[in-house]
């Protein structure tokens, strides 16, 4: 199908449903609802013009599924986006908490060769400021093991890998301050109980993480 007939609503949505897919989160009308800040009624409409042009396919109970064609289309923008986040840090000497922004006004407009041209230019990178992994033209990825810091074993040592952050900018001013970073060493220390802080090393600082707040680092063992 030409990319033409799509419009930027469309594309944003098969994003969407990218983004749940890779990260193993249900795809569903309500969990689509809740990541695009949309109503169910909306997502219901757009499934159905996505279906009609054999992007997605409607499953039981409510869930979405991605064609091959859905899947490489909304890829196609999160690579774009992510592509750009790391071109707005190393060029433009954005900080990582103002990218996300910047990115989704531009990421529309990048074409297949703007896009690659960029990557080359990057030195094609794999993952975004944020530890996202940059898709491949196609749509796939290469991914970590992870699992959230608050899942972790006390003693152990950890590489954060990911940060999940949509577009919080505070948040992320916050772990910068705190040198959590993708690529930095955490030692999970001590976990409190009942849902209470972490004591961690971070590279060789001791912190203090809330709960809700480690549950947004996403870490491979080291």
Not at 6 to 11: E, R, S, V
Not at 16 to 35: D, F, H, I, P, V
Not at 75 to 81: A, N, Q, S, T
Not at 99 to 113: F, K, N, P, T
């Given at each position: 199908?030409?990319?033409t007939t799509?419009?930027a609503?469309?594309?944003e949505?098969?994003?969407?449903?990218?983004?749940?897919?890779?990260r193993?989160?249900?795809m569903?009308?309500?969990?689509?609802?809740?990541?695009?800040?949309?109503?169910?009624?909306?997502?219901?409409?757009?499934?159905?013009r996505?279906?009609a042009?054999?992007?997605v396919?409607?499953?039981?109970?409510?869930?979405?599924?991605?064609?091959?064609?859905?899947?490489?289309?909304g890829?196609r923008?999160?690579?774009?986006?992510?592509l750009?986040e790391?071109?707005?840090?190393?060029v433009?000497?954005?900080?990582?908490?103002?990218?996300?922004?910047?990115?989704h006004?531009?990421?529309?407009?990048?074409?297949e060769v703007?896009?690659?041209?960029?990557?080359?230019?990057?030195?094609?990178?794999?993952h975004?400021?944020?530890?996202?992994?940059?898709?491949?033209?196609?749509?796939?990825?290469?991914?970590?093991?992870?699992?959230?810091?608050?899942?972790?074993?006390v003693?152990?040592?950890?590489?954060?890998r990911?940060?999940?952050?949509?577009?919080?900018?505070p948040?992320l001013r916050?772990?910068?301050?705190?040198?959590?970073?993708?690529?930095?060493?955490?030692?999970l220390?001590?976990?409190?109980?009942?849902?209470g802080p972490?004591?961690?090393?971070?590279?060789?600082?001791?912190?203090i993480i809330g709960?809700?707040?480690?549950?947004?680092?996403w870490?491979?063992?080291?």
């Amino acid at each position: 199908m030409p990319e033409t007939t799509l419009t930027a609503a469309m594309i944003e949505y098969l994003a969407g449903l990218w983004k749940l897919e890779n990260r193993e989160q249900a795809m569903t009308t309500s969990a689509l609802a809740s990541y695009l800040q949309v109503s169910d009624t909306a997502v219901s409409r757009m499934t159905k013009r996505l279906a009609a042009v054999s992007l997605v396919t409607h499953l039981p109970h409510r869930q979405i599924g991605l064609t091959a064609e859905g899947r490489q289309q909304g890829g196609r923008l999160v690579r774009h986006h992510r592509l750009l986040e790391v071109f707005l840090i190393q060029v433009f000497g954005f900080t990582w908490d103002q990218v996300d922004v910047e990115a989704h006004r531009l990421e529309h407009g990048i074409s297949e060769v703007v896009g690659d041209r960029m990557e080359e230019i990057l030195g094609f990178p794999t993952h975004c400021p944020h530890g996202d992994p940059i898709p491949a033209k196609d749509g796939s990825i290469r991914g970590y093991q992870t699992r959230t810091l608050v899942a972790g074993e006390v003693g152990a040592a950890y590489t954060l890998r990911r940060v999940t952050h949509n577009g919080d900018a505070p948040l992320l001013r916050y772990l910068a301050e705190l040198g959590l970073r993708p690529g930095v060493r955490i030692t999970l220390q001590q976990r409190a109980p009942f849902r209470g802080p972490l004591h961690v090393v971070v590279g060789d600082q001791p912190q203090i993480i809330g709960h809700e707040v480690a549950s947004l680092l996403w870490v491979e063992q080291a």
